[in-house]
C-alpha cells in the first residue's frame, strides 16, 4: 500500500468515526464546537477523501498493469514481449529497450502531449469502461483518429540518435506538418495477429 493510499485510507477512517459520533451523539450540534465538528465530519473531510480518491486512481490508471487489466487487451501486452530485434517491432522495442517506463508504457505512447492530453485519456478512458461493461469490446481494436508524429516527436525530435539518420532529416518537415506519418516507415506496431508465430523476450533472459 502506497503512501497515497494510506493517507487516503486515514481520512476515510476518520470522516466515518466522526460521522458515527455525530450521528450517536446529535446533542453535540448544540454548541458550536459541535457544529464545526460536524461541518468538517460531512463537508471537509469527504470533499478530501474525493480529491484525494480521485488522485491515486487517476495514478492507477496510468500504470500499464492497469490498461492490461482487461481481456481485449491482453494481446497488445504480449506484443510488448516480441523480440524486437529481429523484427523491429516499435512498442516492443522502446518497452525492452526502456525508452519509455515500462510501468506506464502505454499511458506514455497513447497519450496527447498536450495542454489537455491526460483529460483527454481519461475522457476516452470512461468511454472504455462503458465498452467492456455494456456495448462489449469490437472485433477489432482501433485509434479513434490516426496516430499523431507529435507523440514520437516529442520524445525522439531533437535526439542525436533520432537527428544523426539522413533519411530522417530528409523527411523531418513532413514529419512536423504530420504529411508523413511515421508508421508509414515504421510498419510493424502492435502485431496482435501474429504473436503466436513470433519469438517472445523476457525481462532478464540472454540475448
Known sequence: MT??????????LMAAVLILLVLLRPRLIRRWEGRSL??????????????????????????????????????????????????????????????????????TCHTEYTLFGG????????????????TGPPDEIALYTPYRNQVCLHCHGGARRFEARSDHAEVRADLGSEALACTECHEYVHDVRGLDSLERWEPGSRD
Open 119 to 134: 483529460v483527454q485519456a481519461k475522457l476516452r478512458g470512461l468511454n472504455h469502461v462503458w465498452v467492456h461493461y455494456v
Open 3 to 12: 503512501l497515497a493510499t494510506q493517507v487516503l485510507s486515514a481520512v476515510i
Open 38 to 107: 460536524v461541518f468538517f465530519a460531512f463537508c471537509v473531510l469527504p470533499l478530501l477523501a474525493s480529491y484525494g480518491g480521485g488522485q491515486v486512481h487517476m495514478a492507477g490508471a496510468k500504470q500499464t498493469s492497469f490498461c492490461l487489466s482487461c481481456h481485449e487487451m491482453e494481446p497488445y501486452g504480449r506484443s510488448l514481449r516480441i523480440d524486437s530485434e529481429a523484427d523491429g517491432h516499435l512498442p516492443a522495442l522502446h518497452f525492452q529497450n526502456n525508452w519509455v517506463p515500462r510501468e506506464q508504457a502505454c499511458f
